[in-house]
């Protein structure tokens, strides 16, 4: 009886409490509907309790939550109901799973997440999304998530808001209707920038100074085929790497960089001199580079194979030492570097930055304004900002760890970094059962400058000091951080593709048949088979066939994202 009493008393103070109220508010007041009371007082709890996870840093007591976890691997007989990651979120965050996806891979996921928008399934409360515009834009439309804007502004850490801020570019995707509907994750910007990875024992050989025009590349390839110091016959050599089987605006063996010194990156959206997105490919200058190239295909410098190899193929020529330029990205001393070395005994190599055409213009491709993918929040979501306090916190200790830091070697002691003969270390060749694929929700935090900035940093020969920077130092090649160096040298040569939606309604109808046109024509042309003048009539086709229609079309999205 006693313990009944106990009950009772708090929930009788209640009622009479209650009733004062009622009684004080007077006669002439408004009439409430007690489920709209109910409501409001919800979503005042709801907000109360957002605040107060972000001062303390955690929820207390614990949520649930539910999201999408890709595959990943478990070690030390953990599961994915139970592993390092969670028991931190737990621990540190107070946040757990519940009925959160784990798909088997990424096309399984897609169709999963398709197949619970037409079923009426109940979904996550935080939805990754690749990068894809079509799925992005179904998400959108399907009334399911909630627009971001007020979550963002409100929650979201300085470094995640500055990024946003400076690249307003990233929310293009995630624009609909005048409202945000997609938290950006974070990416490193400039890590698949173009330069020229050149033969350095040929070029040091050859007594051969860096190329600063493409006149000056091609004196360059001709020394390489012609006069080439390893001893090789001109028909053994084919100095300049490239694919040319789907896409010659591509992440290695690539052309972007010959079509920019002419005016125009091909196979992406520009921006012409009043502002509005043409397409790189009927640009004038794009005639240009493939006159160029038509004659570099003549007299050798390319492989006849080169339309049907993609772009592992096109390094497989360099590697071997049958080629003496490859165009590709910073990282490439990570690979394929390193099969070069194994199969030429003596040789080097070293990036340069791309040429300049013969008026002086210089360009590459830029499509990463710093973003991975992306999270929606669903609409009926219990803690909406849960995923925010989640990566800021990522953001604030993981990406850029802190002397002293919990992070400072790693994210958890025994898995990712260790103390090995009484000293800490992340070696993974010290480390027994070394293990870093966690499951972070987000994937690993990122900020978005400070890969780039380190490797600079590195290449002017300062000593490391943070953990990252260390870390860095450690794992990078000294090629590496060079290539990072002639990089950022030519930042502003960039050309960024502006058009990042989903396909226009005259896309869906034709452009399969637009691109298979411009495939077709530009490999008959760089092979000889058709003048370059036959370009004049591809774009004159291009247009006719809804080339103009398509343009039409971008600028009114660019238009609406933009404003």
Known sequence: MGKMRKLWMPLVAMMLFMSACSSNSGSSSTATDPDSTKTSETKTETVSEADQAFKNGKYDPP???????????????ETKENNVHDRWMLETLGIKHKDTW????????????????????????????PTD???TNQLIDSGQFMPIDDLFKKYANKVWQDHAEKNPELWYPFTKDGKKWNLPIMEYTDNDDTVLWLREDWMEKLKLEAPKTIADLENIMDKFKNQNPDGLTPKQVYPLAISLKSNTNTWMGGLDWLFGAYGSVEEQWNKDASGNLEYGSVNPGAKQALAKLQEWMEKGYIHPDSALWDEGKSAELWTKGDAGVLPGANWVPDWP?????????????KAYPVPAGPDGLIGTKWQNSGVNSSFMINKDAKHPEAIILYYNYLLDNLADPAVGSPYEYGFA?????????????????????????FPFITGPARIPNLYMNTLVKLADGAKPETPYEKQQAQFRKPENWYAAKVVMSQIDVRKQNYFTGAATPTMISKWNLLRQSELETFNKIIYGKLPVSAFDDFVASWKANGGDQVTKEVNEWFKSVSK
């Open 102 to 129: 784990y798909p088997a891979g990424s096309d399984q996921y897609k169709q999963q997440l398709q197949l619970a928008l037409t079923s009426g399934e109940k979904l996550p409360d935080f939805v990754m999304v």
């Open 63 to 77: 949520i649930e939550i539910s999201t999408v976890i890709m595959p990943r691997d478990y070690t030390k007989g």
């Open 133 to 135: 515009a079509v799925l």
């Open 413 to 437: 002691k025994g898995y990712d970094w260790d103390e090995v003969d009484g000293q800490p270390t992340s070696d993974k060749d010290k480390i027994k059962d070394f293990f870093d694929k």
């Open 337 to 349: 570097a390193p099969d070069l070395l194994k199969n030429v005994p003596g040789s080097k190599y």
